[in-house]
DNA sequence: GTCTATACATAGATAGAC
DNA sequence: GTCTATCTATGTATAGAC
């Protein structure tokens, strides 16, 4: 009977409804995971009762999926800038960054997508085997290119990859383990200065971009 | 009735269902998460019925106690041989080599252990705070030592543990997707061989000890 | 579109025969 | 010590009044 295409209002409330579900359940997987979070402890997050999750999003797979889609979303634009005719020392150093962000930006996502991996990613699985290794294949490429250039020292294309992803997606996903050890209550502005500011030094030593 | 330590037949019993339990256990809280493996499922993969599993461990969540106290006692150990008289190159050689080999003994272990942090640490909380944080205050001082000597290039003591952590363990906990890029159905003794290699010359660099 | 009440399945845990 | 049968709680999901 409703379109909400049709009626601003409505659709408005529509979209607001979904991301504040969106939001509840990114945060319930990550502290919980996907068989710990229950559909009940996400409605009381988003303050709406509980059948309205299921008839926004049908059913708590449909609910984790659409959760990781909009992390997917974010995730993937990052190494658009792997280009062969850019600076190798700019395009690395802008990505930690860019990655080291996210970490901090939205620890939950990333918690979210870690515990998808390592549970199997039976979810993502088709993504990871062919949008995403394709995209590493190209990028791949790249790095190898600058290494033929002579720009970069002798590095595995994929694997410099993963290091990458190892090294700056580490600080949102054992955040809690990094707090500890550090003695922290939360990171503060200086802790992520210094986190960029190791990686990145670490990263570009190891290719030979920095002394 | 029965005093285990006087029936070296019944104590044998005991130990083997013990350990046959805590393997399924690792393997089920690695496939599914803690909420999500069930001691049904437990119970299956160690074949023995579900009533069992509470008379050994009592409950879920002393049975996950007891596998994380697995995972830990070998986790540990490993750092031991960081000693300021050591050559720095051979202990990092080292310590990457024993760590990626754990990655790829026990994944499931990696895997738990990984998920736990993940999750909050909600077990393992007061652990870290207290002995992990004090040894990596102990080996940072050692890192720092090493430094002062000009034996390797500065870096951050518990960044650059931090840094070895992330990088090895990734290849346990991420595997799934590392072998779905890669497009391998298991990662083979080469591939291990490459990563080890790949791993070890990167990090000498970034302390200025490979070029 | 919203929400209360409820159905149905499955989880963790235990009683009690063997 | 072992195992079947069962209890109770809680989870996902939906029916149906508003």
Do not use: C
Not at 93 to 112: C, G, H, T, W
């Amino acid at each position: 009977m409703d379109d909400g295409a049709a009626q601003p209002h409505k659709a408005k409330i529509r979209r607001e409804n979904r991301t504040r579900i969106l939001v509840a359940a990114e945060q319930a997987f990550a502290e919980h995971g996907f068989a710990g979070a229950t559909m009940t402890n996400i409605a009381k997050r988003a303050s709406l009762p509980k059948a309205n999750l299921h008839y926004y999003f049908g059913t708590k797979d449909e609910l984790y999926r659409a959760v990781l889609d909009s992390i997917l979303e974010e995730w993937i634009s990052k190494l658009n800038l792997w280009r062969i005719d850019a600076d190798p020392g700019t395009v690395i150093k802008n990505y930690i960054r860019d990655k080291l962000e996210f970490s901090r930006r939205r620890p939950q996502a990333s918690k979210v997508f870690a515990s998808e991996i390592i549970h199997g990613a039976p979810i993502l699985a088709s993504f990871i085997s062919a949008d995403l290794r394709h995209l590493v294949e190209q990028k791949a490429a790249v790095v190898h290119e600058w290494v033929r250039l002579g720009l970069i020292k002798p590095v595995d294309g994929p694997h410099f990859i993963f290091t990458l992803w190892a090294l700056t997606q580490h600080y949102a996903d054992f955040e809690v383990q990094i707090r500890l050890i550090l003695g922290r209550d939360a990171l503060t502005d200086d802790d992520w200065e210094s986190i960029a500011g190791y990686v990145e030094v670490f990263v570009l030593r190891a290719v030979g971009l920095a002394s």
